[in-house]
């Protein structure tokens, strides 16, 4: 286990440096940033030529790179074109998206299992094509629509929200941006488990316990449930990462100053140290959350022995 | 005093115009005082420091806690003394600036002739990186605090500037320019305290200014909140508490805000409410001209563009526009059609001209389809229009400039649009000469002069001059209007060259924009001044 650990921390090496350098040169090929910092018009070339050189951008690509990675390893992401460093923009963008993201999760986990569940167990009733039928809504009604429509009917029309989240943006605010951003994902858990269930139903295992006498709920929730979970897991693991990189719109529509936010802006305004500063710690929360999915697999099932 | 008690009364005459208020009560009378407003913003885009803020929303709070030399009237536009008791010159060249006695910042210290001249040297020392450094370019001594041609900076202050007291100083400039005092409105020009200087980081983060509101919290990225200052020496003090600025990710949650009743002013309306706005806001939707011009500039470096000829296919492509169908389709006449290349917010006396651009800007596609073909047809047999589509929603009316084109040319490839995706990118094709067409072009100005929509735009290799047109007259006009020291004058000179603009077809004027702002009923006395900028000093609550 250990072993299995130390291995794939070193396989995220290469990994981490790959992803970084392509995000690096995608930024890079957008050309010159400092055009766009003096507005409607031309820098003089003078002020131009000193901005490049306060944000190193007079050197060649591969050794900003360096730089910037060399920095990245003492704590350092540069500075934004506001004079901000990028790290007091990640520690205000952070602990916001984070927030939207445990409620979105949690909508996943809780509404997104136990509407599978449900469904897996009672696959055919009504009950299952109704959910059936809901989800298909939600997917296929994209997020900005759902968001928009809530914000006007719950925040304006019925005035029982703030249509936008305050700067503090604090857990109560984020309930309903974090079920819009949550809506697609959540869908699909409840697919996945209602799935998941309904195939492991028939498996000897299950049709041992409840032979063994075992009560209902017992059977449901340590041995079909735990079985079933494993695709579950993986899609909840690598949405944690979608979510938090993809929460653009929802945080546009709310008003949120997340990393979505930050990282739109970043891109208007092509400033290399905020967009792969974010993207670095995004690409880490990927690979942490995808290794915490592996390790979670040998917990729900004890077969699965990693060396 | 004289020049206080004469701002005063004009202060009180354009607040008893705007709300037939009784003026010298003193305080408000009908609004709450004390009563705080809520307002949207942007996250500025640039540090906040005065020579270095170039866009509107830094601009906004940079005109709420600043004061200058010069303000410029918010119904007019006219630039009247503020801080400035006199400011003297025999030749149009030299300027002796008194400052008026009994200012200070908020932090108590007195604002002096020195607190000017630090402010203009940092703002012009190449070394500070200042975005707006080109605003003290007329000062003598420029070239060497600030070299544009890449050289070693070898002086850190300007030699055009001497303090000779406490409240004077002299401004000597490289070249002659009548109308120089009128540009010191500007918030480049504005006067910076010690702190400033002393603690740079700290003063970044809490501004301290003169103007009638003090910092009171500032939250990067996320609000601002400023308060009346009490003490305040000037007469257009707050009429409310305070102002709180939250930066809103997009105006649309603006508006949504604002109809919810969470947010008291919004002072730019997105484009898709504006059908809906009327039955929204009813009269609390303003939409005022503003001092911004959008334009087509043609890319002159480009011989295909600048043959013996091609002035005809300009002002062909410029005829096929239907402008006032645009205007009024696209932008729910937001825009004005524009007939000249200057602002109406100008005035007649500034050197706005109705009707100037003449035929050349009257939509009749005949007469184009006559000129284009005249001139030799269209480059490459097809004009792209180039616009940078991240921001400001530009892809929409270039379309249907295209398609206005297409239809009096009775051609249906005669005009694309040719979307690039950042603004940087945009601004990177245009310093390259990438431009291989016309391409969008908007100005919005600097001060309320005709000098500001013509020089830096059409001058030769002037700052902002992107198609790169060059023409001896019009120079020679802008340089004479430049010397003339009389008002009238100079603007009959600076329309002259405008003429010349328009018989070569330099660019081609589209529409005025409109500066569009709706509000909650807790609020009364809202205006936007020509910089399309809410009054907020003058706004009252409850």
């Known amino acids: 286990m250990g072993r299995y650990v130390v291995r794939r921390l070193l396989q995220m090496i290469p990994v981490f440096i790959g992803a970084t350098l392509l995000i690096f040169l995608m930024v890079n090929v957008m050309g010159d940033p400092v055009a766009g910092l003096c507005g409607d018009r031309e820098c003089d070339p003078a002020t131009a030529a000193q901005l490049r050189k306060e944000f190193g951008l007079d050197k060649p690509v591969w050794q900003q790179y360096l730089t910037y990675m060399g920095n990245v390893f003492t704590g350092d992401f540069g500075t934004a074109f506001n004079g901000q460093p990028v790290t007091e923009l990640m520690g205000t963008a952070f602990p916001v998206t984070i927030r939207l993201t445990i409620v979105a999760i949690l909508f996943e986990i809780v509404v997104g299992i136990v509407l599978g569940v449900v469904t897996g167990l009672r696959r055919g009733r009504p009950v299952d094509t109704g959910v059936l039928l809901l989800t298909l809504v939600v997917i296929s009604v994209p997020t900005f629509v759902t968001g928009l429509l809530l914000q006007l009917l719950l925040g304006v029309e019925w005035g029982w929200i703030d249509p936008a989240v305050s700067s503090e943006a604090a857990f109560g605010e984020l309930i309903v941006p974090g079920l819009v951003l949550a809506s697609v994902s959540l869908a699909y858990v409840t697919r996945l488990t209602r799935t998941s269930i309904a195939e492991n139903r028939r498996s000897d295992y299950v049709r041992t316990a409840v032979a063994k006498g075992l009560p209902r709920h017992r059977v449901i929730t340590r041995h079909l449930l735990r079985n079933s979970l494993i695709p579950v897991v993986t899609f909840i693991g690598t949405d944690i990462g979608a979510l938090m990189g993809g929460a653009i719109v929802t945080e546009r529509i709310f008003n949120i100053h997340g990393v979505g936010y930050q990282l739109y802006q970043g891109i208007l305004r092509q400033n290399t140290q905020t967009v792969v500063g974010f993207v670095t710690v995004l690409v880490l929360v990927f690979l942490v959350a995808n290794l915490l999915v592996d390790l979670l697999y040998a917990v729900l099932d004890p077969r699965i022995r990693y060396a | ?542």
Request: net charge negative; aromatic share 10%.
């Open chain 2, 1 to 542: 005093m004289r020049g206080a008690t004469h701002a005063r009364w004009a202060a009180c005459a354009a607040a008893a115009a705007l709300a037939a208020t009784a003026c010298g009560g003193g305080g408000g009378s009908g609004g709450d005082t004390g009563a705080v407003l809520s307002s949207s913003w942007g996250d500025p885009q640039n540090p906040l420091e005065p020579a270095n803020t170039n866009e509107v929303q830094g601009g906004k709070v940079l005109d709420m806690i600043f004061r200058g030399l010069k303000k410029y009237d918010p119904k007019t536009g006219e630039a009247q003394d503020m801080l400035a008791e006199k400011i003297e010159t025999s030749d149009s060249q030299n300027f002796t600036v008194t400052v008026k006695d009994g200012w200070t910042f908020s932090n108590g210290e007195k604002v002096t002739a020195q607190s000017f001249v630090d402010a203009w040297n940092y703002g012009a020392s190449l070394k500070n990186n200042q975005r707006n450094a080109y605003f003290f370019s007329y000062i003598d001594g420029y070239d060497k605090a600030h070299p544009e041609d890449g050289g070693e900076q070898s002086a850190d202050t300007l030699s055009g500037l001497k303090v000779t007291g406490p409240r004077t100083f002299t401004v000597r400039l490289s070249q002659k320019f009548s109308t120089f005092p009128d540009t010191l409105g500007y918030p480049a020009f504005a006067p910076l305290p010690r702190a400033f200087f002393d603690d740079h980081d700290a003063w970044v983060k809490k501004p301290v200014g003169n103007g009638p509101y003090q910092v009171d919290n500032y939250t990067r990225g996320s609000q601002m909140s400023l308060r009346k200052w009490e003490e305040y020496p000037g007469d257009d003090k707050a009429q409310n508490g305070g102002v709180d600025l939250k930066v809103y990710t997009d105006n649309n949650t603006a508006y949504t805000d604002l109809m919810a009743g969470n947010l008291d002013l919004v002072d730019d309306v997105p484009a898709a409410q504006l059908k809906n706005v009327k039955n929204d806001l009813g009269d609390r939707y303003i939409n005022t001209p503003a001092g911004i011009i959008q334009t087509l500039a043609f890319p002159f470096y480009d011989e295909a563009w600048n043959k013996p000829g091609s002035e005809k296919v300009r002002k062909g492509l410029s005829m096929a526009i239907d402008r006032k169908q645009i205007t009024d389709t696209i932008f729910q006449q937001t825009r004005t059609p524009a007939t000249d290349w200057t602002s109406p917010v100008l005035g007649e006396d500034g050197g706005f001209k109705e009707g100037l651009c003449g035929e050349a800007c009257e939509y009749n596609p005949d007469e184009a389809k006559k000129l284009v073909k005249d001139g030799g047809g269209l480059p490459g047999g097809q004009v792209k229009i180039t616009y940078n589509a991240d921001t400001g929603s530009h892809g929409q009316w270039v379309d249907a400039v295209c398609n206005s084109i297409n239809n009096a040319l009775d051609n249906d490839r005669a005009c694309v649009g040719n979307p690039v995706g950042t603004f940087a990118d945009f601004r990177n094709q245009i310093t390259d000469r990438k431009m291989s067409g016309p391409f969008r072009a908007g100005w919005q100005m600097d001060y309320p002069l005709i000098q500001n929509f013509l020089q830096p735009l059409y001058y030769t290799n002037a700052s902002s001059n992107d198609g790169k047109w060059s023409n001896e007259e019009f120079d020679d006009l802008v340089d004479r209007a430049n010397a003339e020291p009389d008002t009238a004058k100079a603007v009959g000179l600076f329309q002259q060259a405008e003429e010349v603009l328009r018989d070569e077809m330099g660019a081609i004027p589209l529409w005025y924009q409109n500066g569009s702002a709706g509000y909650s009923d807790r609020l009364s006395d809202v205006e936007l001044n020509p910089f399309s900028v809410p009054v907020y000093n003058e706004i009252k609550v409850g």
